[in-house]
């Protein structure tokens, strides 16, 4: 199995898709929105609630790119040659879970490098553990729904479904634009969105006090029902495949 | 007694309306190499993807090595290429092998397995830039890479042109050599008269013939004696081993189950007018046999 991550892995770094989507794009809006100043309060604060929206942007977009990954795997048949050798199916799920969350560190290492290094963002050591640890292990959720519809849909179907679920979550769940600038009805959805409450998190953490116990309610609540679509389209697609 | 490397019992598989495979016993000893020939849709992929433990049976019963298909896989004793698919981009020839020799137990050693798929010095190749019969190769070299007791393969050369062939078959030989079993799917009919120990010709999802290819021909008498003749010549098909009688200008052909018997009958009754003896090909047993049942 540990040569199928590296496989996997290998493979990721090489995927224009996780390049564009997980790591220049996260990057460029970075430096983009925090040099505009778009973001409520001084500058700083500014550089640091951008620095973990685009983070978590950036996140998403490694993990929704890793579950239609899966999706061009199987139309190319290359999950029914993995069955073919002696590795376990279960092995190969988990493989490919493993990689989602692997996938994602390039992503937030290199919004939280830039926030360092060019925007000179500056946290307690504390502050920086929790929020790399929560930015990392909240993708959990994101990766399911990903490799859900990875398992669900047909190649391109899958991609584009993935494509629309990063981008709706991320704008919606305000890692673009913060909530506070949406209209009412749209911020009452917002705050329900597993993504505003991925970021939530770590935007507790960021301006200094404990994560809410809401935020992470929701994305618990998330986790659960992406968690179930990915095993019920996983199910699904094993009788196929 | 020893165990089968194959061993199909009264299998069957349907899609839908479509009887793919019905009701199919097949067993193959050890060391054995076999052609599963038969025309499109005939069930040759369905046969191999319920084996292999891809595709579940609707009935009967699949073992490999007297146990069951995906333990066997599991277990390293089978490898397979499938009719199509398997390969992934953005990796190198090298990177895919190496990875998936490391699945197995045992596997053979890198070079040894690029000699054998005949692509040594291309190792180094994305698998998404290769021509379609270097992507054949590397797919093929999938199914060796693991050292596996059974062999399977559906439709390896049909994207070879005839010299990539022939070093496919001489590199198969390196393993059949060494007591591999092969089970091959093909519609080169010359392929399965030259290359497998036994042919197994599939039709609708059942086998209509099983045996060398020598007994193929011989099951569906086709060697065909001709003769000139003129006049009544009706008589010529009551004549010993002759199952049908053509006339054709002044040419009458006579297809024989006992071409010996049927030319000393003409020779008795005088009848020998530039006498023809055209024995039966693979191909047109096979014609032969497949058209059978749909008349
Ligand atoms: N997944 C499927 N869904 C529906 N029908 C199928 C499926 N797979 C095979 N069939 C049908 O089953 C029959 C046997 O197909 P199969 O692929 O086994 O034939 P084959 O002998 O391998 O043919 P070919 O030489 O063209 O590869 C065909 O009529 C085919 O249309
Ligand atoms: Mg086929």
Redesign the interface.
């Known amino acids: 199995m540990f040569g199928y991550i590296r496989l996997e892995l290998l493979r990721t770094i090489r995927d224009g898709g996780f390049i564009i989507f997980g790591i220049a794009s996260p990057v460029v809006m970075y430096l983009v929105l925090s040099n505009l100043a778009l973001a409520p309060g001084d500058r700083h604060t500014g550089a640091i609630v951008t620095m973990v929206s685009m983070a978590a942007y950036g996140a998403l977009g490694g993990a929704f790119n890793n579950g239609s990954g899966i999706a061009e795997d199987r139309a190319a048949g290359w999950l029914r040659q993995l069955r073919l050798t002696p590795l376990a199916p279960a092995q190969v799920v988990t493989g490919k879970v493993i990689t989602g969350v692997l996938g994602v560190v390039p992503s937030i290492a290199a919004v939280l490098l830039t926030g360092v290094l060019v925007n000179h963002v500056t946290l307690s050591p504390w502050q920086w553990l929790s929020i790399v640890g929560l930015l990392w292990a909240g993708t959990i959720p994101f990766s399911l729904l990903g490799l859900g519809n990875g398992y669900a849909l047909t190649g391109q179907t899958a991609g584009m479904a993935n494509i629309a679920a990063f981008l709706g979550l991320s704008i919606v769940g305000g890692l673009w634009v913060p909530t506070a600038g949406f209209p009412g009805w749209l911020r009452a959805i917002a705050e329900w969105t597993p993504s505003n409450s991925y970021a939530a998190l770590s935007w507790d953490v960021a301006s200094g006090t404990a994560p809410g116990a809401r935020a992470v309610v929701i994305l618990c609540g998330w986790l659960v029902v992406f968690g179930l679509w990915a095993l019920y389209a996983y199910r699904r697609a094993g009788r196929t495949a | 007694m020893e165990i089968d490397a194959v061993s199909l019992t009264a299998v069957t598989k349907s899609f839908g309306a479509v009887r793919a495979v019905d009701g199919l016993t097949l067993a193959i000893p050890r060391g054995q190499t076999v052609a599963l020939l038969g025309p499109n849709g005939a069930g040759k992929s369905t046969t191999i993807g319920m084996l292999?433990?891809?595709i579940p049976p609707d009935s009967g019963k699949t073992a490999i090595f007297g146990i069951d298909p995906g333990q066997a896989?599991?277990?390293?004793l089978?490898?397979?290429m499938?009719q199509?698919?398997?390969?992934?981009?953005?990796?190198t020839i090298r990177?895919?092998l190496?990875?998936?020799a490391?699945?197995?137990?045992a596997p053979l050693p890198l070079e040894q397995v690029l000699a054998l798929a005949l692509m040594t010095g291309l190792e180094d190749r994305r698998v998404d830039k290769l021509s379609g019969g270097q992507a054949q190769r590397v797919r093929f070299a999938?199914?060796l890479v693991?050292d596996p007791d059974l062999i399977v393969l559906d439709e390896p050369t049909a994207a070879l042109d005839v010299e990539a062939r022939r070093e496919f078959w001489n590199g198969m030989r390196t393993l059949t050599g060494r007591g591999k079993t092969v089970l091959f799917s093909t519609h080169y009919l010359d392929e399965a008269d030259e290359q497998a120990d036994r042919v197994v010709v599939i039709d609708r999802g059942h086998v209509v013939a099983d045996g060398t290819s020598a007994e193929i021909k011989k099951i569906v008498a086709l060697t065909t004696v001709s003769v000139t003749a003129v006049g009544e010549v009706a008589w010529l098909g009551d004549l010993p081993g002759v199952s049908r009688l053509e006339v054709r200008g002044d040419r009458v052909h006579l297809r024989s189950a006992d071409p010996d018997a049927t030319v000393m009958a003409l020779a008795q009754a005088g009848a020998v007018r530039n006498l023809e003896v055209t024995p039966a090909d693979l191909e047109d047993a096979f014609v032969a046999l497949t058209a059978k049942e749909t008349v």
Do not use: D
Request: aromatic share 6%.
């Open positions: 292999l433990g891809l896989v599991r277990q390293g089978a490898g397979a499938p199509e698919g398997g390969l992934i981009p953005r990796v990177e895919l190496t990875f998936i490391g699945t197995y137990r999938m199914a693991g």
